[in-house]
């Protein structure tokens, strides 16, 4: 079992930075696949960056060269820097950690936090 928690979220002006990080209770090494995704009111929930046990990151065209995510998987730990905000990025941001073995899945979420892009 895992349990991830969330934090960096605010308020921030267009144009500015924030700093996710996402803390993990168990060990993610051994898991392929960690998030970040998020969700507007009305909208979906989205992927927005992720990143392999290995440190492959990929990300949604909406924020290539603004975000980076990265992973240290001795702290357990995920963040996601994000540069150059946009009022649309305006959302809660969810971590979220997968692993597929065969047929069986494991995926764990966090509570969220908020970020909100305003001037």
């Known amino acids: 079992q895992v349990q991830l928690v969330e934090s960096g979220g605010g308020l921030v002006r267009p144009g500015g930075s924030l700093r996710l990080s996402c803390a993990a209770s168990g060990s993610i090494s051994s898991m392929y696949v960690m998030g970040w995704y998020r969700q507007s009111p009305g909208n979906q929930r989205e992927l927005v960056a992720r990143?392999?046990?290995?440190?492959?990151?990929g990300y949604v065209d909406s924020v290539k060269c603004r975000f980076t995510i990265s992973r240290d998987n001795a702290k357990n730990t995920v963040n996601l820097q994000m540069n150059s905000l946009k009022p649309e990025d305006t959302a809660v941001y969810y971590c979220?950690?997968?692993?597929?073995?065969?047929?069986?899945?494991?995926?764990?979420w966090g509570q969220g936090t908020q970020v909100t892009v305003s001037s």
């Open positions: 979220n950690a997968k692993r597929t073995i065969g047929t069986i899945v494991n995926d764990y």
């Open positions: 990143i392999t046990s290995g440190g492959s990151p």
